[in-house]
T-cell receptor, first 113, second 112 residues
C-alpha cells in the first residue's frame, strides 16, 4: 500500500513560469513532510519541509503548501529555471519520533529555456 | 554532502558472486539507511540501523544483509548477486525531523 503518492511521473514547464508538483498521502499520522531534489548521478538533497501544524512554508523561490483535510501537499517553484530540472521526491515522517521516511516515486521536472 | 561517502561508486559483478557496498559517515549520526532506486519504484528501503549492531529490515530486504560494527560504517552485502539487484544504491543518515535524511552520492551496481 503506497502511503505517499506522486501521481505525475513527469512535468514540463517553460522557464520563468510556475512549476507545481503534487503529492498525496493516506496516513493521517504523518507529522512532517519533506521535498528532496535529485540530479542524475547524484544523491537526493533536501529542498524544503513543512510541519503538519503549518499550512505553508517558504524558502526563496520554493513554497510548500499543506492541505491536511485533503491529505495533499504541493511544491511551487516560482520562477522556474532550467537548473531546477531534476527529479523531485515527496517524503513523509510519522509522529512519535520515527526516523524512517516514506517516499513517493518522484516527479521528473523539465524546465525548458 | 561530504559527510557521507559511498564506495565503490560503480561496480559490475557476475550473477552469483557476493558484493559488499560501503557507507561511511563523519557526522556521528545514529540512524543509517540503505535504499535502492529503480525506474517506476522511486526510493525503496532495504535495511536500516538505529545504532551499532542494531539493524532492521526494510520493505525490500530479501537477498540483502547489513552490518554496523562502528557508528561511522554501514555495510550492505548481496550474498549472491542476481540480475534483479541491478540498481542504484543510496546510503543515508538521519539529520532530524526538519531535514530528514542526508544521502550519499550512490553506488551504481550492475549484475551481469
Amino acid at each position: 500500500d503506497q502511503q505517499v503518492k506522486q501521481n505525475s511521473p513527469s512535468l514540463s514547464v517553460q522557464e520563468g513560469r510556475i512549476s507545481i508538483l503534487n503529492c498525496d498521502y493516506t496516513n493521517s499520522m504523518f507529522d512532517y513532510f519533506l521535498w528532496y531534489k535529485k540530479y542524475p548521478a547524484e544523491g537526493p538533497t533536501f529542498l524544503i519541509s513543512i510541519s503538519s501544524i503549518k499550512d505553508k512554508n517558504e524558502d526563496g523561490r520554493f513554497t510548500v503548501f499543506l492541505n491536511k483535510s485533503a491529505k495533499h501537499l504541493s511544491l511551487h517553484i516560482v520562477p522556474s529555471q532550467p537548473g531546477d530540472s531534476a527529479v523531485y521526491f515527496c517524503a513523509a515522517s510519522l509522529q512519535g519520533g520515527s526516523e524512517k521516511l516514506v517516499f513517493g516515486k518522484g516527479t521528473k521536472l523539465t524546465v525548458n529555456p | 554532502d561530504a559527510g557521507i561517502t559511498q564506495s565503490p561508486r560503480h561496480k559490475v559483478t557476475e550473477t552469483g558472486t557476493p558484493v559488499t557496498l560501503r557507507c561511511h559517515q563523519t557526522e556521528n549520526h545514529r540512524y543509517m539507511y540503505w535504499y535502492r532506486q529503480d525506474p517506476g519504484h522511486g526510493l525503496r528501503l532495504i535495511h536500516y540501523s538505529y545504532g551499532v549492531k542494531d539493524t532492521d529490515k526494510g520493505e525490500v530486504s530479501d537477498g540483502y544483509s547489513v552490518s554496523r560494527s562502528k557508528t561511522e560504517d554501514f555495510l550492505l552485502t548481496l550474498e549472491s548477486a542476481t540480475s534483479s539487484q541491478t540498481s542504484v544504491y543510496f546510503c543515508a543518515t538521519y539529520r532530524g525531523q526538519y531535514y530528514g535524511y542526508t544521502f550519499g552520492s550512490g553506488t551504481r551496481l550492475t549484475v551481469v
